[in-house]
């Protein structure tokens, strides 16, 4: 099984973005799985045409993206993207789409097809916080995940696609009093039992319908 | 120098306490000082007596005592202990002091003499979250500060003595949703910092006073 | 103009829900809107039915459903619902739906018709908190919200419908430390601006769309 | 029975102060005491000076003194004052006392002799949050219900003293995300529960010790 991870630059002034720092830091096969790691920029369209060009020239099993969720407290894994951007601020390259659809011909919403709640509890299980999200809000997180799951219905139907939001690391809230955050190394510790999850999930689904292949 | 670290067992339901689960993480010298480790009951009373054996045995330069504060998102040395216990919970003995003076004939309060905002300052360097708390509440950990200051003042007048309270470890927030912690490692290399700035702070004391010693 | 609110009955075991007490704190009639109002069960279907029923029979220009949504800091108009229930506790019937759709021939989300940042800036005009929230959740607040709009978008074209979510009312957090609130009446005023909004969008329409009617 | 209650002016930015502004919506007379409203600079020194010449002038039976604590979730009577100033920002007229005690023959701490539990409990009776505090901080308000405590030892020794935070009143929170906030109503009902308490207690003092007098 391959699946390709992406994760964010800094953006919104920050010096770093916990969401790629985490995926550097994760093993490069988890469960049997080989994970491809690939940074993308926190720009409206050029995001997702990265991700996109990945997908093609990968041709994954799964697409997992990462984002910074400043605020949260554990990792959250997202249940649910929509086709709208309305961006508080602007992305890296200038872009703020406010009230806009993603794509015009794509549905309103796609629910992920990772298996999120078993995330949940394989994170929890390593001693760490987490908990589904229903919202992966309406910046670049939201586009990228909505983008996954666009393309992974028009034109990749098998491969499995989703968004996973993680908290600030702790370096990112010295100076910013009663934010919570992770230890960078529990991120990346989180991200992997979500891969463990994906890859479980997966193996159910072939022994369910092992017969007929 | 020898400094003098001790650390509660857990209390409250907790299966782990992360005050001490963090001191015995910590190094056993550092920045030339030798770390004295000590766990203490959450008792009151039980807690301060074994602090004053070892203070007696030990003659240690500087005693710091740690505790939990849960929900508090960032490592607090603490300013200031009061003469009053008032328990909301009982301790680990059943006892539950209610608006209770802890000595007779000690002060209403007393300020630590631990350099605080030095201790938050190298916390701070090192990427982790911390400010200057002005209150131990008025359990164990206010308890045992007290006890340290009052002690501290009544037979030893050169010795140091402050308290320092850490947040839940990130372990023990997995079933608390939106309850901030740290990592315990990360907790440990906090208070190794406040150690360094204990152990800088008396350099630049000694260096001041030179001359007469 | 006429404008069916509705407000939910108590469930989680609280003795009130704010919503339909601020919606009976409601004037009759706000900025020439006749208001309509309606208690519906904290009940998966039963709600949504009782809703259409009265969408059925009042013709209302307008469906707004107002829910409790606890732990949040000001009143949040929400932008979108799902196709989705998951409940986390059973509702007032005992109903648990666990990641199931709620009309096999929806859409996986509706974005609201209501114009939730005009509310917003409402709102915050009256001094009270505000802001847009993109996610009703997947219990019966999320399912009233889609039932909402999955009728008006069948039956009802030119209906605008949506939900607005509230924060516990001053009276429900004296025993719960460190959770936000709003006095009651506090909301109904943040309801009525609500309404505000809506009839002014609602004439902007008519005054731009004037000489074609 | 004659209670002075002080308030204080806005500072920090604020455009107004709930302190003072909750303390001019009391009633002039609670529960058969005469109540003597004052407004009081935020100020270092010139607030205690204001408070000693009402003291002197007025004899109050009690002392009342009411600050902010922008952030706090409810009403939060405080139990003790510590002789330390130690301002984040500089005071209304620029002072930014740094590490400097209030008065240098005080003790390090009074503990107030308002009854804060039975506040506390007639607060919530009322439907309001409360709890008790054990730090007023270490800015203009520890240092006014210092300054009460410290005249009413030296000077007054019947004369009760203490002091009772206030959150943020709702419109202060209209563009500050995620900080709770009281309705300015309910905080001046708080206040008056805290009389009652006060009132209450004197009495009950008074039967106790009944016949001596």
Chains 1, 2, 3, 4 share one sequence.
Do not use: W
């Amino acid at each position: 099984m391959k699946i390709l991870i992406t994760g964010f630059d800094p953006f919104g002034g920050e010096p770093v973005n916990p969401a790629f720092e985490a995926v550097k830091l994760m093993k490069d096969e988890i469960a049997g799985a080989q994970i491809v790691k690939l940074e993308i920029p926190t720009v409206f369209g050029d995001s997702i045409e990265k991700v996109h060009a990945a997908m093609v020239a990968e041709k994954p099993d799964v697409v997992m993206s990462v984002g910074q969720a400043g605020g949260r407290f554990g990792v959250t894994p997202e249940r649910v993207a929509i086709n709208l951007s309305d961006a508080r601020i602007p992305d890296n390259k200038g872009n703020q789409p406010l009230d806009a659809p993603i794509f015009e011909d794509g549905e309103t919403g796609y629910l992920t097809t990772l298996p999120v709640k078993a995330m949940v509890e394989k994170i929890k299980e390593k001693g760490l916080p987490a908990s589904v999200s229903y919202t992966a809000g309406s910046y670049v997180c939201n586009h990228v995940m909505y983008g996954n799951l666009y393309y992974a219905a028009k034109e990749f139907p098998n491969m499995k696609a989703g968004f996973v939001h993680v908290p600030f690391m702790t370096q990112q809230v010295v100076n910013r009093p009663n934010v919570p955050s992770m230890a960078l190394s529990d991120i990346a510790l989180a991200l992997e039992a979500c891969v463990e999850a994906i890859v479980e999930n997966e193996k159910d689904i072939a022994v369910a319908g092992g017969e007929t292949h």
